[in-house]
């Protein structure tokens, strides 16, 4: 087989589960949703806020179903060959299959915490504050941004998070980042320390440009390269370089 340059590096996904945003199906239902007023009309209560559904998706240990609406407290397991696709507020979350995430809020209309328990989502999140991404190894502070995070159970839970664009405040254990990235900054989360570190940098892997694009336009939003017109190397650096810091959490004010 001869190898050729992808512009994104998969690590135990394939290249047809990157394109689900390419399905006629979901195109239909995401221009439907759009049409009948997409986060802001299902925020208001008037519909649901699924945008689709496909294979066997459980929520709170129960088949869901289209016709339901997805709140900031529910659980979300998703079979093989399975992803959900909806929003809430004005955030928009594509869990990929075999994966089970919790999400936890004060308010059934934004979700202050996506717990990735395992598997993979990606999400684009409205501004807010206290908005958070818990993985086994590693807790994100979200400001408004892309991230796509994953865990790895084969790698003793070992996580990796991506900040598409935004500013993400890191932290495991001692260490914290604080990654400010216009295009794609990723970090290893490790489950014991390499090379001394908890947090580690990592290439870009396991999911596309497209699919935050997809996600971002659910909620009238753009990436920050679709703002800028500019995409930098898509190598995980981010087109900046993040501050690491070790030390207690607020140590570094």
């Known amino acids: 087989m001869t190898s050729h340059h992808h512009p994104h590096q998969l690590l135990g996904r394939s290249e047809d589960e990157l394109a689900w945003f390419r399905r006629r199906s979901l195109m239909q239902a995401a221009a439907l949703w759009m049409a009948s ?21 459980l929520r709170n240990g129960e088949p869901l179903t289209n016709q339901h609406t997805v709140v900031a407290s529910d659980r979300i397991e998703t079979g093989p060959g399975s992803t959900a696709v909806f929003s809430i507020g004005d955030s928009a979350f594509m869990v990929r299959q075999n994966s089970r995430v919790a999400l936890e809020s004060d308010t059934p209309t934004a979700v202050k915490v996506l717990r990735v328990l395992s598997g993979a989502v990606a999400s684009v999140w409205g501004r807010g504050t206290d908005r958070q991404i818990i993985l086994p190894t590693a807790t994100a502070g ?74 971002a336009g659910l909620v009238n939003q753009r990436t920050a390269w679709q703002i800028t017109g500019r995409k930098g190397s898509k190598d995980g650096s981010g087109g900046a370089s993040p501050s690491y810091s070790s030390g207690p959490p607020g140590s570094r004010d």
């Open 37 to 57: 007023g997409g986060w802001a009309a299902a925020h208001a209560q008037a519909r649901s806020n699924i945008v689709e559904l496909r294979g066997d998706v």
């Open 142 to 215: 979200i400001r408004g941004t892309g991230v796509y995070a994953e865990v790895f159970a084969d790698q003793g839970q070992r996580g990796y998070l991506c900040n598409c664009y935004g500013t993400v405040d890191l932290t495991s254990g001692s260490e914290s980042v604080v990654s400010q990235s216009s295009y794609h900054q990723s970090f290893w989360a490790e489950p014991t320390p390499r090379n001394g570190r908890l947090l580690t940098p990592a290439g870009a892997i396991n999911h596309t440009d497209e699919e935050l694009e997809f996600l």
